[in-house]
């Protein structure tokens, strides 16, 4: 079976490399984006399958990059991550982080949203 690929979008390096190595740590394949931009850049419907976005980015912002997103594939399950009360509509069926968060609470977010157990 193929690696999931997780899409991994935050504008703070560090953020990303986090975010990277929980999806990595759960064997799945972390692709990263700085941007809203490089994120819609990266994204194709038939090799993502999981969105990891901060909301507040330059540029698109991570409630556009995931309405973009959803609008070409319905059924991508979406976490939205933000250290600050953002205003936006939240797409339906997604989990809302707020940062700081701890890794074990991210990897039990990507856990939920791809439907994987303790033991995936």
Do not use: N, Q
């Amino acid at each position: 079976m193929a690696k999931g690929r997780v899409l991994c979008v935050d504008d703070e390096p560090f953020i990303r490399m986090v975010m990277a190595d929980c999806v990595d740590g759960l064997g799945l394949e972390p692709v990263e984006a700085a941007s809203g931009e490089e994120a819609l850049d990266a994204f194709s419907p038939s090799a993502i399958d999981l969105l990891i976005t901060d909301i507040r980015l330059g540029g698109i912002s991570g409630w556009e990059v995931a309405e973009l997103a959803r609008a070409l594939k319905p059924d991508l399950p979406v976490i939205y991550i933000s250290g600050f009360p953002s205003t936006g509509k939240r797409l339906p069926d997604t989990i809302y982080l707020p940062k700081p968060f701890r890794p074990h609470e991210l990897e039990s977010a990507v856990r939920d949203s791809l439907g994987m157990s303790e033991a995936d």
